[in-house]
C-alpha cells in the first residue's frame, strides 16, 4: 500500500469518533480547551489504535503543536495526556532550535502493536527553514496511567 492510501486510512477527522461512544471521546476533546477553528481545521485529525482503547491528535499552533493522547479508561471515558513535548525530541534529532523554523508539523503516524499494558506510538515532526524540509520520528511509551515515558 503506498503512503498516501496508508494515511487516508488511518486519518480520522479529530471531532469524529470510531469508538462507540463517540460522546465520551467528544468531551474529553472538549476538555483540553481546544476551540472550535482547530476543531474543523482539515490537520486536525486522530490517529485510533487499532483496538479503539486509544487515540492520538496533533493541533498545529504558532509556537508549536499541542499533541494529546487520549487513554479509554475502565468506566469508558477517556484519559487525556499532553504529550507536547515529544516535538521538542523529534527537534532535538534535527539539531537545531525551534526559533530556526518557519514552520513546524508533528503528527501522530502509527500506533505500536504491545504485549503489556503500556501503549506506544509513533510521532513524525517535519520542520521548514528556508524552502528544505527536515523530518524526524520519534516512539513514545505511556502508561496506562498517562504517565509519559520520556528517552
Not at 44 to 56: C, G, H, I, S, T
Request: net charge positive; proline share 3%.
Amino acid at each position: 500500500m503506498t503512503r498516501g492510501l496508508i494515511t487516508m486510512a488511518i486519518v480520522l477527522v479529530a471531532c469524529v469518533a470510531i469508538a462507540d461512544d463517540e460522546l465520551s471521546f467528544k468531551a474529553a476533546l472538549r476538555s483540553t480547551g481546544v476551540s472550535g477553528a482547530e476543531l474543523s481545521h482539515a490537520s486536525n485529525a486522530a490517529l485510533w489504535r487499532n483496538d479503539k482503547e486509544a487515540a492520538a491528535v496533533a493541533f498545529h499552533r504558532q509556537r508549536g503543536s499541542l499533541i494529546l493522547v487520549f487513554l479509554r479508561q475502565p468506566g469508558g471515558e477517556f484519559r487525556v495526556v499532553d504529550v507536547s513535548r515529544i516535538e521538542d525530541g523529534n527537534l532535538g534529532k534535527v539539531g537545531f532550535p525551534r526559533s530556526h523554523y518557519e514552520r513546524l508539523e508533528t503528527l501522530p503516524v502509527e500506533w505500536l502493536s504491545r504485549d503489556d499494558r503500556l501503549f506506544q506510538v509513533v510521532f513524525r515532526t517535519r520542520a521548514w527553514h528556508s524552502g528544505k524540509r527536515y523530518t524526524a520520528s520519534e516512539s513514545l511509551l505511556i502508561g496506562p496511567d498517562g504517565t509519559p515515558l520520556w528517552r
